[in-house]
């Protein structure tokens, strides 16, 4: 049984940071973090294979945002600099068991968090 948690949400000024993290339960090498918006869709923000540590990200957030790991902790990050008041929405991270050729931003994921909020004001 794969479960999510998600923490690190809150509401900053324009130009700072936070670090969401993603603790997680079950056997799963491909994580995600996804946003949402009020009124929009769903838009993959960033992903990594945690067995290769290979990443992706979303162009609007690239030299902004950094994914890592902890495998001690079963803790996937999400480091957010330079927030924008773009940035705002709910952040969700996603996990599955995926090749590492598949563990994208519009990949299969079949095990959600709760979400954590962001706001970034101008």
């Known amino acids: 049984q794969v479960h999510l948690v998600e923490s690190g949400g809150g509401s900053v000024q324009a130009g700072g940071s936070l670090r969401l993290s993603c603790v997680g339960t079950g056997s799963t090498n491909c994580v995600g973090w996804f946003r949402q918006a009020p009124g929009k869709g769903r838009e993959g923000v960033a992903a990594?294979?945690?067995?290769?540590?290979?990443?992706v990200y979303t162009d609007s957030v690239k030299g902004r945002f950094t994914i890592s790991q902890d495998n001690i902790k079963n803790t996937v990050y999400l480091e957010m600099n330079s927030l924008k008041p773009e940035d705002t929405a709910m952040y969700y991270c996603a996990a599955d068991r995926n090749h590492f050729l598949q563990c994208g931003l519009t990949s299969t994921y079949n095990y959600w968090g709760q979400g954590t909020q962001v706001t970034v004001s101008s």
């Open positions: 990594m294979h945690t067995a290769r540590g290979i990443t």
